[in-house]
């Protein structure tokens, strides 16, 4: 097989990240999230710029960032032919494991429980959620426009 290119690799960063978004459940969507991100960073990153670029890796310390043109970069020890198969071989394993991730998401799909408290959308409150007094006269504490004359003795029109 020969050897992906940086495109093909950032499709299949895409498609795993799209079907582990695709778990019904919260605790297995945010897991396969985070397996994903770090398998594509173990596995095409040089080893030093992995262990960095991992906020859940313990010598992360300091997170950097990873850049499409560090994607595939070889390490110094090991011949571009060597790292050629270990990537294809690599493609092609990843590949294999998308399509178990994929029938893995829609199994969960089919069975999903009630969402968790965390995945529920907060309600969107203006203006303080209309508590207290001003609630029950309708206004916001702030003097009617219509009765700006009220109180000061003017005579009312009737």
Known sequence: MAQPSKTQILRLYRDYMRSAQSFASYNFRT??????????????????????????????AVTGPASPSTLTASSSSSSSADDGARLAAWYATARQELQVLRRAALTNQMYAGERLVVEQPRPFVVGGGGAGMEASTGGSGMPDKGNENAGKGAPESG
């Open 31 to 60: 897991y396969f999230q985070r397996r994903s991100r770090d398998m594509f960073r173990s596995a095409l990153l040089p080893s030093s710029a992995a262990a960095q670029s991992s906020p859940y890796s313990k010598a992360g």
